[in-house]
């Protein structure tokens, strides 16, 4: 297995590695993928306390099936009250909620099969990004501190991972 390419660069005392879905030509449900997720999630998993996810209705119903997916955002925590939309020309584009992060939510990201199942997610700590996939372009830890990147790094070793860390200027 060659191993997967992280890029990496400072943001102030944080580390952000991230994961460019194209670049490592892996699907998104491949086990190598979901291991770099588990990785992150628990690099920073007592810090993560809010949780934003954002979805197009018609895309996600296509995807899951109308049911999975209304489901799946209510376990989530979406709700008419915390719902927004992104509009366009008078046209929504997308929904989002953002909600408290909760351990049955870790659990269910942890245990996603397909880390696309949802388009557009963020693992937070307050307003803080920690954990962000987007639109299976990429998949990003920002580790606030030394101790959460060596974290990440010791459950890929952990996971039999091999990887590469790529420094961006």
């Given at each position: ?7 990496t ?35 920073v ?22 049911r999975?997916?209304?489901e ?57 990004d ?34 590469k ?5």
């Amino acid at each position: 297995m060659n191993a997967v390419l992280l890029y990496t660069r400072q943001i102030d005392e944080a580390t952000s590695f991230e994961f460019n879905v194209f670049d490592n030509q892996f699907a998104t449900e491949n086990l190598a993928v979901r291991k770099v997720l588990m990785s992150m999630m628990e690099a920073v998993h007592e810090r993560l306390d809010r949780l934003l996810v954002e979805y197009n209705d018609s895309m996600l119903a296509e995807k899951l099936g109308a049911r999975r997916a209304a489901e799946i955002l209510r376990s989530l925590g979406g709700t008419q009250e915390n719902m927004r939309e992104n509009q366009e020309n008078g046209i929504v584009i997308s929904r989002f909620f953002e909600t408290e992060f909760t351990e049955e939510k870790y659990a269910f990201f942890y245990n996603m099969t397909d880390i696309a199942q949802l388009p557009h997610y963020r693992m937070k700590e307050g307003e803080a990004d920690r954990v962000v996939f987007y639109y299976s372009r990429y998949l990003q830890l920002i580790a606030p501190d030394e101790k959460s990147a060596e974290k990440f790094l010791a459950r890929l070793s952990d996971f039999s991972l091999p990887y590469k860390l790529v420094p961006i200027p």
